[in-house]
């Protein structure tokens, strides 16, 4: 794994990305009220990592949602994404500053599939490695 400086990762409705490439997390929330009649749940974990100015070196990450603990059984995952850290974005845009890299992944889930309500973990793994975690309530 990569020298991390910070990580870290949220549970939201949707990321709005500005033409600027700004970017705000709409309707942040830890838990999702399953309303009658409601089969699936969507949210979006949006995950920010920043890194050591010299980590040039290619890295993957994958989000994994885990039902009732750490430990959990997997029951929905993203697809393993590869990336690099971005070093062009800071004020004066120069290499010696921290690398950044964020990763918006939706997720669409049944309900009942998954194994009903209750407190599951939306896991963050980088280069297969454990990195950050945010829990996530399903209720009515």
């Given at each position: 794994?990569?020298?991390?400086?910070?990580?870290?990762?949220?549970?939201?409705?949707?990321?709005?990305?500005?033409?600027?490439?700004?970017?705000?997390?709409?309707?942040?929330?830890?838990?999702?009220?399953?309303?009658?009649?409601?089969?699936?749940?969507?949210?979006?974990?949006?995950t920010t990592i920043r890194s050591q100015p010299t980590d040039r070196?290619?890295?993957?990450?994958?989000?994994?949602?885990?039902?009732?603990?750490?430990?959990?059984?997997?029951?929905?995952?993203?697809?393993?994404?590869?990336?690099?850290?971005?070093?062009?974005?800071?004020?004066?845009?120069?290499?010696?500053?921290?690398?950044?890299?964020?990763?918006?992944?939706?997720?669409?889930?049944?309900?009942?599939?998954?194994?009903?309500?209750?407190?599951?973990?939306?896991?963050?793994?980088?280069?297969?490695?454990?990195?950050?975690?945010?829990?996530?309530?399903l209720r009515q």
């Amino acid at each position: 794994m990569s020298d991390i400086i910070s990580a870290g990762a949220l549970i939201c409705q949707a990321v709005l990305i500005e033409k600027n490439g700004l970017q705000s997390a709409m309707r942040i929330m830890d838990a999702i009220v399953i309303g009658p009649g409601m089969a699936t749940v969507q949210f979006t974990v949006w995950t920010t990592i920043r890194s050591q100015p010299t980590d040039r070196a290619p890295h993957v990450l994958q989000v994994f949602m885990r039902k009732g603990s750490l430990k959990g059984d997997v029951v929905a995952r993203a697809e393993p994404y590869q990336f690099r850290y971005g070093y062009g974005s800071g004020v004066l845009g120069n290499l010696s500053g921290p690398g950044g890299f964020s990763l918006t992944t939706n997720f669409n889930v049944n309900v009942v599939e998954i194994g009903g309500l209750g407190v599951y973990y939306l896991q963050v793994d980088l280069d297969q490695v454990y990195l950050t975690c945010v829990p996530l309530t399903l209720r009515q």
